[in-house]
C-alpha cells in the first residue's frame, strides 16, 4: 500500500487515533494477563532464575488445605451476597421508582454507601459489631439476645463481612434496576389494570420479564465482582479469624507478596479467571430461557 | 480487580526487566559538583517517625556535605514495591525492611553485605543479644536494627487506686505469677447485669502472634527449633500456656475477645483511658500515645508462668546489593542506628534502644524522659537486655507462621481443643 492510499485509509486513522488507549490496554492489561498465564507454569520469586515446573502450581494448589479453603469461602460469600444483594436492591428499586417528593433524596442517600471509601466503611461496621459496645449487640440485648462477637468468631465473621458488602452495594444494583424500571413503559401497567391485575400480577407478568436484561446483567456482575472480593475482607478482618474470611484474592495477594510464590499466585489468578468464565458462559447459556430483550 | 491488576503488572514489568538484566547501563548518580545522591525509601508508620527521619536525614546530610539523600516514603504495599523495584533493577539504595522480611529478602542476594563494616566500625557486640540474633544471619550482617520495641504490659494506675491493689510489678525479678496475675484480674474486672463494664486484662490473644511466644518461653517451651527450621510448640508447657490464656475469657472471665480492642475503633490508649481495661498487652511503641493522655499509666512485666520472658523486634535498614555506591549506603545505615537518630523516637516513647549502651545505668537518663515514662520505668529495662529473646515471627517461614496464627485463633475461638490445635501445626507444618 503506498502511502497515499495509507493516508487516506479510514482504518489506519482511526487505528492512530485509538492508539493511545490500545497501547494502555496493551501494555497494563492483555500483555500482563497474557504473560501472567505463562507465569502460572513456573515457580518464581521475582528476583531468582524461573524455574518451569508445568502443572506443579495447580495441582499444589488442589492439595493445598488453605486454597480449597479459600476457595468454599469465596464460594460461600458469592452465595451469602448475590442472591440476596439483588432481591434487596430490587425491592429497593420499587420502593423508590414512586413519584414522591424528596424521592431523588431518598436515592441519593441509599448510593451514599456506593461512593464511599471501604475504609471508612469498615471502620463504622467494626463499630456497629463490637461485641461488647456494639450497635448491633446493644439492640439484640433489647431482646434479651446475647450477641457473638461478630468479627472475632469463625462462624460469623463472614456472614457479618457478607452483609457489610451487601449494604455498600445495594446502591448501585439499586440504581440498575430503576434504570430498567423506568425504561418500561406505564402503558403497560395501565393495560394491565383495565384488565384487572393486581399488584402482584402486575409485578410477576410485567416487571420481572421487562426486567430480565437488567436482572440477566446484574447478576453476572455480581457474581464476578463476589468471585473477585478483596477490600472489604482485607480491610474489615484480613481474612481471620483463623481464615475464616480469607478469599481467592487476599490468598492470591498473599503467595505474591508474602510469600514470594508468583507462580502459584498467578495460577490462583488463572483459577479464578476459569471459574469465572464458566459460570458466565453458563449464564449466558440459560439466559435464553429467562432473559427477554 | 485492582489487587489483580497490579500483581499482573509487577509481574510483567518485573519479567521484562529480568529479559533486559545486564544491559541496564552503568550509569551512576554522581553529579556535576562530585555530590552523591542516595535514593532511600521507607515507610510511614506515624507522623512522629516520618518527622524523625526527615529531621535525621537533615543531620547526616550536615555530617556528609559530599552525600544527598532522596527519601521516599512509600505509602501502601511497601514490600510489592521493593521487591518490583528490585527485580526492575532499580532499587534504591538504602531501605526499611521489617525484621521479618529481612530473612525472606537476603535469601535471594538482594541485600548488600555489610559485615566487614560492621567489624571495623561497630561491633555487634554493642547491640542487645535478641537484637543481635536479629541482624545476624549465619555470621553475617545485612542489615543494622533501627531500634527494638517489646510487649509490655500497659496499666491504668486510677483503677488499681480505686480497687485497692497493689500495681504490676515492672522489675522482672518481681513478676507476678500467672495465678497471682488471674487473681488481680479478676478483682478488676467489673460487671453491671450480664455485661462487663471494666475487663481486668486483655492483650493476650493478638492475631499476629506476638504475645504468646513469650508466654510459652516463660514456661519453658519453645516456637522454633534453634536452627528456626522445625515448628516445636507441640509441647506440654505450650500447652498449658494456650489453656490458660484462653481461660482469661472462658474461664475467668475477665477478658474481652482479641477483636474488642482492634475493632472497637479505640486504640488500646483509649481503651486504658476510658477504663473499659485495666491491664493490657500492648506494644511499648503504645507509651508515645499514652503519654499524651490525660491519666495516670503505669508498664509492668507480662506475668510468668516460670521464668521472665519478653520478645522483641522491629525493622532494619539495609542496601540494595546492587547499589552503585556502596561505601555512601554503610554511611547512612550506619547514622540510622546511631542515637543522634534514634534519640528523638525513643524519648517519644515509640521506640526503645537497641543498644547496651543506652540501658546501662548511667545513660538512662538520656533518653527516660520523665514527661513520657512512667518514673519506675528504670526497672524494667533487664526485661529487654537479659530476659528478652527475638520474636519467632521474624526467624520463622512465613507461611509456616500464618499457619500457628491461624491455628491458634481457631483454638482462641473456641473450636477446636489445644491437642487438636497443636496435632493440626505439627502436620500442617511438616513439608514446609
Sequence with gaps: MSMKKLAQSNNFWAFIFLAPNL????????????????????????????????????IGLFHDQVFLRVLWNTVYYTLGTVPVGIALSLLLAIALNKKLRGMKIYRALYFLPVISSYVAVAVVWQWLYNAEFGLLNYLLSLIGIRGPSWLSSTKWAMPAVMVTSIWKQLGFNMLLFLAGLQGIPSTYYEAAEIDGAGKWTQFSRITVPLLSSTTFFVVVMSIINSFQVFDQVFIMTEGGPARSTSVLVHYLYQNAFEYFKMGNASAIAYILFFLVFLITMLQMKFSDNWVIY | MKKILVVLITLLLAAASVTAEGKSDAKGSESRSGVTTLKFMGWEASPLETESVKNGLAVFEQQNPGIKVEYTPVAGDYVAKLLTMMAGDSA???????????????KRNVLLDITDHMN???????????????????????????????????????????AGLSYPPSDPDKAWTWDEFVDVAKKLTITDGNRTTQFGATGFEVAWGWVFPPMVMSNGGSVLSDDYSKVTLNSSQSKEVFNAIRDLRFKHHVAPDVAFVEQSGMSAAQMLQTGRVAMMVDGSWALQQLATMDFPIGIGVLPIFDKPATVGQAHLHAAWAKTKHPEEAWKLIKFLSSEDYQLSNIRAGLWLPNRKELYKEENLSKWINPDVYPEDFG??????????????????????????????????????????????????????
Design chain 2, 92 to 106: 534504591p539504595d538504602v531501605f526499611f525492611i521489617a525484621a521479618d522480611q529481612y530473612r525472606a529478602f537476603q
Design chain 1, 23 to 58: 497501547l494502555g490496554f496493551l501494555a497494563f492489561l492483555l500483555i500482563p494477563v497474557v504473560a501472567s498465564f505463562g507465569l502460572s507454569f513456573v515457580e518464581w520469586d521475582l528476583l531468582s532464575p524461573m524455574k518451569w515446573v508445568g502443572f506443579k502450581n495447580y
Design chain 2, 120 to 162: 571495623q566500625e561497630l561491633n555487634i557486640d554493642e547491640f542487645i543479644p535478641l537484637v543481635q540474633e536479629k541482624m545476624l544471619i549465619g555470621d553475617r550482617v545485612y542489615g543494622i536494627s533501627s531500634c527494638n520495641v517489646s510487649p509490655v504490659m500497659f496499666y491504668n494506675k486510677d483503677l488499681f487506686d480505686a
Design chain 2, 379 to 432: 526497672n524494667i529495662v533487664k526485661y529487654f537486655t537479659s530476659y528478652g529473646k527475638l520474636w519467632p515471627g521474624v526467624v520463622a517461614n512465613r507461611e509456616a507462621y500464618d499457619i500457628i496464627n491461624e491455628e491458634k485463633d481457631r483454638f482462641y475461638a473456641g473450636d477446636t481443643s489445644v491437642d487438636e490445635m497443636m496435632a493440626n501445626i505439627d502436620k500442617r507444618t511438616a513439608n514446609l
